[in-house]
């Protein structure tokens, strides 16, 4: 009878298998298989948020603000801003200068510029209260650093990442000064605010008055371990930058010319090319003469499929997907243009 | 003899093409509930699966099929390549949001969604091989795969499209219109996948082949996967599914019946299948036409 002895010895083996899997399964349904390290489902790049615009006033000459109400909105750090996909489709970028623990609104500051890309005159003019706005973000590449003490300057509408700031570093009780221009008083945002919160810590100067701020003379004598952060118009940050090449600097608008975007060169490491990408000609389409077979999609910033890493070069990010850190070294060729004159690509 | 070849090849329907392309879709999740399918967190959960594989799923597809573009020679295929790709693209984002909301609602899938990570990135991504055949060989092993797994989306696309009873039942308008908006482009690019399959490789052996993991893998992921969120759902304690469950829902309509999802296996396997003589592409046009979301992307990229 060896065959029975077979047939019965397979048996007991399966029924015994099958209790001690079943056992095992029932303890973790999800055994035995590993798990990625670093899991990249369900931490979506960036949420896009739905928000009522709840006020929409002028707070000084030429300056709307903002106030954009959800619930359960995601806290931020001072120096944050949030990407405004407006009426049209333009996507621009505000900072936000209002509470960095109230998550139930945010407070944004714009400057119309009449000669500007259309962004600003579109906040004026088209956004009312009551209307929804699309916002991406809130992002921070302004952030605040430890120091020892801090030196702010700022340019009018240029105040509105450094106010968050100065009311953190006051709550914290640290050692600040700054160095606020502008036009004329009139046309200064949270210019009352600035003064009380700083006192004799704070000196304004309004050109109508006394004329360009003597920079020389302000960051001449800089304390021991000092950051220094600006935020304003180009050429402030220009002349700052030259005299503290270290600078923190927030800048929005990319390096236009009036009539819009500029040529730029890419080089193509990986393939060994150069290319120049004209002013009226996306990265993509520049690169797919070159390369036809890159991958690409949507050509309108927001599928992700020709993300492309960056190995040197200054990007102006265009696209609503990246986050901080994709940013910090790639970007999505078909939307996205250089700030830099030259932009090299891993590919 | 020729002849003979030309009967037993995939035969598609013709039909006019569409061209493609990736909607901007976003869907807020605020209001949606742990149990969208009121009283029946069987059902729900064997739909949130979807949410468990599709976003490293469809993000592993876009990563095959960048590499596999150098291999296309024909214009209107790799158009086609091209704007599935972009869909996949959103198909993926859009589920990955979803995930954030159960956590909020108390039932943490990462555990699950790492382990598929695991699977699309390590198991079935790149490897290191040789160039040349091997990695050619693994190239079209995957375009194949994809091409099984396209079978069975745009089974469950067509099948959602029709599922009046989840309506019925009153399922959450959002979670409906996020499965029925991926289920219409499912069903409107149900064929690029296996079109691209037959034009870089087409071997019958390989996509027998490869149906039969993608289906093991698919069962496999499935039941575990509605394990997993029965025995974690913060709501239920002790609950169990079994396929009577399953069985039983189907037969009502708020799931995939058993009989057709066994139907759906030989009409893969016929030498003679083409996806375009399953499905409506006319339904799924129709549907995106009026879908809140994709009608809300429209606007937006105007």
């Not at chain 1, 996306?282 to 797919?288: E, M, Q």
């Not at chain 2, 329907?13 to 909607?23: N, Y």
């Not at chain 2, 039969?212 to 969120?229: E, H, N």
């Amino acid at each position: 009878m060896p065959k029975l002895r077979t047939v019965a010895l397979v048996a007991g083996a399966a029924l015994l298998a099958r209790r001690a899997l079943r056992r095992r399964i029932q303890a973790s349904p999800l055994w035995p298989m590993p798990a990625l390290e670093e899991p990249v489902s369900g931490r979506p790049r960036s949420r896009a948020l739905t928000l009522l615009v709840t006020a929409h006033e002028e707070i000084a000459d030429g300056v709307v603000q903002l106030r954009l109400e959800g619930h359960g909105l995601p806290r931020w750090e001072p120096g944050a801003h949030l990407d405004l996909v407006l009426p049209s489709g333009l996507v621009r970028q505000y900072s936000l200068c209002g509470d960095p623990e109230d998550t139930s609104s945010y407070t944004v500051a714009t400057r119309l510029v009449t000669d500007g890309r259309g962004g600003s005159r579109e906040v004026h003019e088209q956004v009312r209260e009551g209307m929804e706005l699309t916002v991406r973000g809130p992002r921070n590449r302004f952030p605040l650093v430890e120091a020892e003490s801090y030196v702010f300057v700022a340019g009018g509408i240029g105040i509105t990442p450094v106010l968050p700031m100065l009311r953190a570093l006051t709550g914290r009780g640290a050692e600040w000064r700054l160095l606020y221009g502008g036009r004329t008083r009139a046309s200064m945002p949270f210019l009352e605010e600035v003064v009380k919160l700083g006192g004799d810590r704070v000196t304004v100067v309004a050109e109508d008055e006394a004329g360009l701020p003597d920079l020389d003379a302000w960051l001449g004598e800089l304390p021991e371990g000092a950051a220094v952060y600006c935020c304003g118009p180009e050429g402030l940050m220009a002349a700052v930058e030259e005299r503290v090449p270290g600078v923190h600097l927030e800048r929005f608008a990319a390096r236009t010319t009036a009539g819009g975007d500029v040529a730029f060169e890419v080089e193509l490491r990986r393939s060994g090319r150069v290319l120049t990408v004209p002013a009226d000609t996306t990265v993509l389409d520049a690169v797919r003469e070159e390369l036809p077979d890159t991958a690409y999609s949507c050509a309108q910033g927001f599928c992700g499929t020709c993300q492309q890493r960056v190995l040197e070069g200054e990007v102006d990010h265009r696209d609503e997907l990246l986050t901080d850190a994709e940013r910090g070294d790639s970007m999505l060729i078909c939307v996205s243009r250089a700030r830099s004159d030259r932009l090299v690509l891993d590919m | 003899m020729s002849n003979k070849q030309a009967a037993r090849a995939p035969q598609p329907v013709a039909s006019e093409r569409v061209p493609l392309k990736a909607r901007k879709v976003s869907f807020s999740w605020e209001d949606t509930p742990l149990h969208w399918v009121p009283g029946d967190p069987f059902t729900t959960h064997t739909i949130n699966v979807l949410h468990l594989l599709l976003p490293a799923g469809e993000r592993w597809f876009v990563h095959v099929y960048k590499q596999v573009l150098p291999y296309i020679r024909d214009e209107e295929l790799r158009e086609d390549v091209l704007g599935f790709i972009g869909q996949e693209a959103m198909h993926s984002q859009a589920h990955d949001e979803v995930l954030p909301r159960l956590r909020e609602l108390g039932l943490d899938p990462t555990p699950y969604t790492a382990q598929v990570d695991w699977m699309f990135e390590k198991l079935l991504g790149d490897r290191t091989l040789p160039p040349g055949r091997a990695r050619r060989w693994w190239l079209m092993e995957r375009v194949a795969l994809i091409a099984a797994i396209e079978h069975y989306t745009a089974f469950l696309g067509d099948w959602v499209l029709n599922a009046e009873e989840l309506d019925r039942r009153g399922a959450d308008p959002t979670m409906l219109d996020l499965l029925r908006w991926h289920g219409a482009e499912e069903v409107e690019h149900r064929s690029v996948a296996f079109d691209l399959f037959l034009h870089v490789d087409g071997g019958y052996r390989r996509r027998a082949r490869t149906w039969a993991t993608a289906f093991a893998t698919l069962v496999f992921l499935w039941q575990r996967g509605i394990r997993f969120f029965l025995e974690n759902d913060p709501t239920l304690p002790a609950a169990k599914g079994s396929l009577k469950d399953f069985h039983r829902r189907g037969r009502d309509g708020l799931l995939p019946s058993t009989g057709a999802m066994l139907r759906s296996i030989p009409t893969y396997l016929s030498r003679t299948y083409h996806p375009s003589q399953e499905g409506s592409t006319e339904q799924a046009v129709a549907y995106l036409a009026a879908s809140p979301a994709a009608l809300a992307a429209e606007k937006r990229t105007a």
